[in-house]
């Protein structure tokens, strides 16, 4: 038997017609409306994971924890995000692993914030860079909402473009739109064996980013992918491919740090 839920948590309604997702924070005296009819909070708070509810028409909903990538799909944001598929690449690529000492910028709403966070657990660190306190603010509500307050996370209201103050990391991960301005500060930062990364939206500026890996000597395994996602729909003998996919949200490009030659 699960946990119940519990008032503050975050829960995800499913409606099993159309598997469409809703994301709600249950409250003691919240209430739910839906197309469907109504349901009350104080009816899904107490019941365990998989629980059905019905609104206020007789309709039928499932009740679940979001997952993370639930979660990140549904939290409100100021900024675009690194999608689910992205940060799965990252965690595995990057090598992401419990006990880890990660530094990223910019922080944005949270979505790879929350993906580290779960990776490194509670034995490794998480440092934000992020110059505006807006985005800072929205992104501790997300992170906040779905794992309370994370010790382990140090968030600095600073441009990296000024510089990294820390040393010896273990992994540095850049969501900003110029990277190669850092790329010697990340080799200077970065342990030898670390593991430097870089979200970008274009090609050109991964060209660019490249360039100045390849320049700086002590970076080495250098690679530029992305990742393109496609559902299928199999229902019977209807086995056809999705009229949408998720395709193009970004490339990674990775690199290790390593001593000159």
């Not at 946990?3 to 409250?27: A, H, S, V, W």
């Not at 034995?123 to 909402?145: H, P, V």
């Not at 992918?225 to 199999?234: A, G, M, P, T």
């Amino acid at each position: 038997m699960t946990q119940p839920i519990t008032e503050g948590e975050c829960i995800i309604l499913l409606d099993p017609e159309d598997n469409k997702e809703f994301l709600y924070k249950m409250r003691a005296k919240g209430h739910i409306n839906l197309h469907k009819g109504k349901i009350l909070h104080t009816e899904i708070i107490g019941k365990p994971e998989g629980s059905i509810v019905h609104t206020s028409r007789g309709d039928p909903f499932l009740v679940f924890r979001p997952t993370l990538s639930q979660y990140i799909m549904h939290m409100k944001r100021d900024t675009s995000i690194i999608y689910p598929k992205d940060l799965a690449l990252i965690l595995l690529y990057a090598d992401i692993h419990a006990g880890c000492t990660v530094l990223e910028a910019g922080i944005g709403s949270g979505s790879l914030t929350l993906a580290l966070l779960r990776a490194v657990g509670p034995e490794g660190t998480i440092i934000s860079y992020e110059k505006r306190e807006e985005f800072i603010q929205r992104a501790r509500k997300n992170i906040q909402l779905f794992m309370g307050e994370p010790p382990n996370l140090e968030v600095k209201l600073r441009d990296i473009y000024e510089g990294i103050e820390e040393e010896g990391i273990d992994r540095i991960i850049l969501d900003i739109p110029e990277p190669w301005r850092m790329v010697k500060d990340a080799a200077e930062s970065l342990r030898s064996g670390g593991i430097f990364v870089s979200y970008l939206p274009t090609i050109i500026q991964v060209k660019t980013l490249v360039d100045a890996l390849q320049e700086e000597k002590r970076f080495t395994s250098i690679e530029a992918f992305e990742s393109l996602v496609r559902n299928w729909h199999i229902e019977g003998l209807s086995v056809r491919p999705f009229h949408r996919m998720v395709g193009h949200t970004g490339f990674l490009t990775l690199a290790r740090r390593g001593d000159a030659f």
